[in-house]
């Protein structure tokens, strides 16, 4: 099982923010969830099943207040990777309150600069980028540990 959040970079467009646990990605994987987060569609909440691979990814969209994004928001995806099918539901809520921890911390915006060449000496970028990173394995331990019990 693995956590990923995807962001939209203001230059380089969709990039990889974050994924936990923190071993490398397969490149295929990588390259689908930025096509992913390309999709035109009105959805915020979808589910890819790849089939060759056997694995799902299921993904939810979201916004959070930012003061230096052009529109006031940074754009953001949270993808939860899994061989394993579980309910649609828990796995939404899960994904849900996920971003809503990540939302509730004050100035969180400025973990999307974490690797921004123009925003280097602000110390609460690397403070936001710690702060995900600890909600991002907590969340999915927990989730971990519920689906456990389930079994």
Not at 27 to 54: G, P, Q, S, V, W
Not at 81 to 91: A, G, N, V
């Amino acid at each position: 099982m693995h956590l990923v959040l995807t962001f939209f970079h203001k230059v380089k467009g969709p990039e990889i923010l974050l994924s936990y646990p923190e071993i490398e990605l397969e490149e295929d994987i990588i390259e689908k969830l930025i096509r992913f987060f390309d999709l035109d569609i009105n959805e915020t909440f979808f589910e890819i099943i790849l089939i060759n691979k056997k694995k799902r990814i299921i993904n939810l969209y979201f916004e959070v207040i930012s003061e230096w994004a052009r529109g006031n928001k940074e754009l953001a995806m949270l993808s939860l990777i899994m061989k394993e099918k579980y309910e649609s539901r828990l796995i939404y809520t899960f994904l849900v309150d996920t971003v809503q921890k990540i939302r509730s911390k004050e100035n969180i915006f400025k973990a999307f600069y974490k690797n921004d060449d123009f925003r280097y000496n602000d110390i609460e970028i690397d403070l936001g980028y710690e702060t995900i990173k600890r909600i991002l394995f907590d969340c999915l331990n927990n989730l971990i540990d519920r689906l456990n019990s389930k079994v």
